[in-house]
T-cell receptor, first 116, second 115 residues
């Protein structure tokens, strides 16, 4: 069982470039999340989705966009990369509230992004 | 909005000893979950232990246990018989029951194990 798969694992961007971080889960989870982790800090929520076609902003959404066309995929788009977006990005998923797994989040292995 | 505070940026413990990591949180909700996640240098987020707020009994998982004080909004993690493999960043996190907006994390505590 693959769980939550993030690609790429590492990426270097130049200022102003664009890219998409891919996230896919094979557990049929309704909820998906994107977090960023700056050095020496905890994870902060960028965007989340409760199902296909539904997305909402988290704590730090500026400079990012998301879409959720299928249950499995939740890509994160950076349109004009800035040095402040240098971070480790985590995708996570969870089943519907009240499910047997008691609202546990399943995390991908992260993407290290550097903007130079 | 809920907040999670970890006041110890770094802790050090001798191998085989016991260490306690502190966490406090602030919320107006009565029904929620609290978590401790471990992040080793591989950066994988590993769930260590979970506590449901409506359960008075403190959660335990082998060498890991928590001291949950709901009235004080405190949630500390005790690691017994510390092992070299326990060295990692530890994050305390909060989740409102039924909330769709995921976890709120503290800034983390870096745990060093001295051989």
């Amino acid at each position: 069982n693959a769980g939550v798969t993030q690609t790429p694992k590492f990426r270097i961007l130049k200022i102003g470039q664009s890219m998409t971080l891919q996230c896919a889960q094979d557990m049929n989870h309704n909820y998906m999340y994107w977090y960023r982790q700056d050095p020496g800090m905890g994870l902060k929520l960028i965007y989340y989705s409760v199902g296909a076609g539904i997305t909402d902003k988290g704590e730090v959404p500026n400079g990012y966009n998301v879409s959720r066309s299928t249950t499995e995929d939740f890509p994160l788009r950076l349109e004009l990369a800035a040095p402040s977006q240098t971070s480790v990005y985590f995708c996570a998923s969870s089943p519907l509230s009240g499910a047997a797994t008691n609202e546990k989040l399943f995390f991908g292995s992260g993407t290290q992004l550097s903007v130079l | 909005a809920q907040t999670v505070t970890q006041s110890q940026p770094e802790m050090s413990v001798q191998e085989a000893e016991t260490v306690t990591l502190s966490c406090t949180y602030d919320t107006s909700e009565s029904d929620y979950y609290l978590f401790w996640y471990k992040q080793p240098p591989s950066r994988q987020m590993i769930l260590v232990i979970r506590q449901e707020a409506y359960k008075q009994q403190n959660a335990t998982e082998n060498r890991f246990s928590v001291n949950f004080q709901k009235a004080a909004k405190s949630f500390s993690l005790k690691i017994s018989d510390s092992q070299l493999g326990d060295a990692a960043m530890y994050f305390c996190a909060y989740k409102r029951r039924g909330g769709a907006d995921g976890l709120t994390f503290g800034k983390g505590t870096h745990l060093i194990i001295q051989p």
